[in-house]
């Protein structure tokens, strides 16, 4: 009754009106002004994006060009190129790949399907979101004393660059795989499970169709993410390594043929092969004090802003023809 009472003490028993009225045009007032700078705010981070985009691409207009990704790095500006980088940005982006997709796919599912909720899985829980924030920086530390110092003790930057942007990636992986699992309504499974289906064929034909667009998206979009990162290359001395110019990121005559062995020892536990990224490439160029290199930079800059842009729209595409 004191509900009843208290909602009929808000309106007045002779024009019917409410007594909050005398405050409405006020609080439209604030929303509008809140919703007025939200715009503002969207506005003028898309206004500063787009000037910044707009002198990257003016400075480096001159050599976008076929010969940007035919040329090899060089002393000379003219005769420099960005090739080797992407070479060793496909490298990596398909190694990194195989590893991500099982391990971070097969990781949710384990957390979201199989795993028992008792305070060990909430501490494995909590450490995968805490590793998700983590700046890279730490991770190519991480690499530089596990990988490169720990595992193995020379030059192999491409395998210690690898295994280190896999631990970048995979917790954002296993994060937003987990979320689109567990989106799947609990009805699919149970309508699974009362046709006499077990638990590995309900995941396999039913929760895991159902999930796939956003684990598609969170592999594609953290790849772009891991693909972009300069400071974990850095820190591993990709920079260090020469280039031989008959060399191959990936030894694709050895993939065709057969002989799986002589990838690895020929392109990942190599210690004179070439590896080299995009993002790196562009460091080096932007510190180096001649006009020219900086151009190629800005050039380089556009590149990589193509490709991430690229993935991120193959993963919407991914995603709606996935629904």
């Avoid at 850095?234 to 110019?245: E, K, M, R, S, W």
Wanted: include cysteine; glycine fraction near 10%; aromatic fraction near 10%.
């Amino acid at each position: 009754m004191s509900n009843g009472s208290d909602i009929l003490d808000t309106f007045d028993g002779q024009s019917g009106e409410s007594k909050f009225d005398p405050k409405l045009e006020s609080r439209q007032l604030w929303g509008k002004i809140f919703a007025g700078f939200c715009i503002f705010a969207t506005l003028l981070g898309l206004l500063v994006l787009a000037v910044l985009i707009f002198n990257v691409v003016n400075d480096g207009s001159s050599r976008l060009n076929t010969e940007l990704f035919q040329l090899y790095p060089s002393r000379r500006p003219s005769e420099s190129g960005y090739r080797a980088a992407i070479l060793g940005s496909i490298a990596m982006l398909s190694y990194v790949l195989l590893l991500v997709i099982p391990l971070g796919v097969c990781s949710a599912i384990y957390l979201e399907e199989y795993a028992k909720k008792n305070w060990f899985t909430e501490l494995i829980e909590l450490n995968i979101y805490n590793l998700a924030g983590i700046p890279s920086i730490i991770y190519g530390l991480l690499g530089l004393g596990l990988f490169v110092r720990g595992l193995y003790s020379g030059r192999a930057v491409l395998v210690t660059g690898i295994l280190t942007i896999t631990l970048l990636i995979l917790p954002p992986v296993i994060v937003i795989s987990r979320e689109a699992i567990r989106a799947v309504p609990q009805s699919i499974r149970q309508a699974s499970y009362g046709v006499g289906a077990t638990k590995w064929q309900t995941i396999r034909h039913h929760v895991l169709p159902a999930a796939l667009p956003g684990i598609l998206t969170a592999v594609i979009i953290s790849t772009s993410r891991g693909i972009g990162e300069t400071a974990p290359i850095v820190v591993l001395g990709a920079g260090t390594v020469l280039f031989d110019p008959k060399a191959s990121p990936i030894n694709f005559g050895a993939l065709f043929s057969g002989k799986i062995g002589d990838v690895f020892t020929d392109t990942l536990w190599s210690n004179d092969n070439f590896f080299s990224v995009l993002p790196y490439q562009i460091y080096e160029w932007v510190g180096d004090p001649k006009a020219e290199f900086q151009i190629l930079a800005s050039a380089g800059i556009v590149v990589l802003l193509v490709l991430v842009l690229g993935m991120n729209l193959i993963a919407i595409f991914l995603r709606s023809r996935a629904k």
